[in-house]
């Protein structure tokens, strides 16, 4: 027999009942649909390159589909290492997303001997956005009226010609540094933060030429304040179907292009992973994406997050031979 003092057992029961409502609370506080608060989309550069023109089309699209505002953030600097870095960092919650370009997620591994994020490890990929072609562009009053006469010019002054790109293990930085590979010159690379500050550094000719967007470069061509050598790109671009390709102006074989894609950091949830990634490719494949997507010199891709992952494996494999061949460093 179990004896007990005057109001006990009463406040026992009642203690019981508290933390069992406590718990279903807590329970539900867990269950809460996702996304329960704005998505944040880190993009890797400063606003004006291509990346930032595709996140900030596709977000508010995102944010129709998804119920949730989609807010863009730009983080840039260091090949796109800070921004993956503080994703990386961030709570796998699926309210933090990386729009990453292919040099912060395959060139950097080769490029820098100690990062503070593994492209493979502290991701979950979602999907690729598009791409974007490059063109290597110079001013109007360097000495060299197409490729094969930039090519000489360069050859009979190594070390004296320099290039722009939007900064260090960037897809324009290893551009360059497979064009001074394949046509056996010594330019010297000189990184900005960003296309915006590489293309007015060739406009003012503190560099003598520049890798860059091509959407970030059209007015000043058409203005006549840059002269284009030709689009990095396998064929030439709808954009400015005049210009020669770089390996029809004289460099055969020569091919790069830039990608970027959309990322979670690791252990997301794949059912959040999943959402995204149906969200995102709905949103690619409509007319009106479609459409807004080229005036601005984009071409959308989507896809599986097993897509994504199979690109960056391949162009992990590329960039770190260009690299090893030609000794790309970060300055």
Known sequence: MQFYQSGRPRAAHLLIAVFLAALGWVSGVQAQPWPSKPIRIVVTFPPGGSSDAAARLVAPRLAERLGQNVVVENRPGAGGGIGLEAVAKSPADGHTLVLASAGGLTANPSLYPKLNYDPVKDFAPVGLLGTSPFVLVGPESLPAKDLKELLRLAKSQP??????????????????????????????????????????????????????????????????????????????????????????????????VGWFALLAPAGTPAEVVGKINAALNAVLQSPDIKRQFANVGLDPLGGSPEDLVRTMRADTEKWARVIQVSGAKVD
């Open 159 to 256: 070390g004296r010609l320099s290039y722009a790109s939007g900064g260090n293990g960037t897809a324009m930085h290893l551009s360059g540094e497979l064009l001074k590979s394949m046509a056996g010159l010594f330019i010297v690379h000189v990184p900005y933060r960003g296309t915006g500050p590489a293309v007015l550094a060739a406009l003012q000719g503190d560099v003598q030429l520049a890798v860059a967007d091509i959407t970030a470069v059209q007015a000043q061509l058409k203005a006549g304040k840059l002269r284009a050598y030709g689009v990095l790109s396998p064929q030439r671009s709808p954009l400015a179907p005049d210009i020669p390709t770089l390996a029809e102006g004289g460099l055969p074989g020569y091919e790069s």
